[in-house]
Nanobody, 117 residues
Framework: VQLQASGGGEVQAGGSLRLSCAVSGGRFSAARMGWYRQTPGKQRELVAMITSGGTASYGDSMQGRFVITGDNSKHTVYLQMNNLRPEDTAVYYC????????????WGQGTLVTVSS
């Protein structure tokens, strides 16, 4: 399984970015996919995850600002991040979590999002 993430970068506070993560070698239909993020000295935290059926879950501080969607035909998930804040600055990691036996988890390499004030 390989995960190809894109869309990170630098934006000013209040701006928007869209991340995408495409999986190859694995079926989105048998998994949940999404994003976690991490800053130095802190644990990785949930940003958003989605099932192939469209059920999404979000971290508390992302509710109402971030939207995750999935495209089953492209085995890709998208994270639209709006009204970004400096505290959203982090490395964002794509996660592929297979939910049928055999279960396993893969992580992408991470993409840096920087929000300047």
């Amino acid at each position: 399984v390989q995960l190809q993430a894109s869309g990170g970068g630098e934006v000013q506070a209040g701006g928007s970015l869209r991340l995408s993560c495409a999986v190859s070698g694995g079926r989105f239909s048998a998994a949940r996919m999404g994003w976690y993020r991490q800053t130095p000295g802190k644990q990785r935290e949930l940003v958003a995850m989605i099932t192939s059926g469209g059920t999404a879950s979000y971290g508390d501080s992302m509710q109402g600002r971030f939207v995750i969607t999935g495209d089953n035909s492209k085995h890709t998930v998208y994270l639209q991040m709006n009204n970004l804040r400096p505290e959203d600055t982090a490395v964002y990691y794509c996660k592929f979590q297979r939910v049928v036996t055999p279960t396993f988890t893969y992580w992408g390499q991470g993409t840096l999002v920087t929000v300047s004030s």
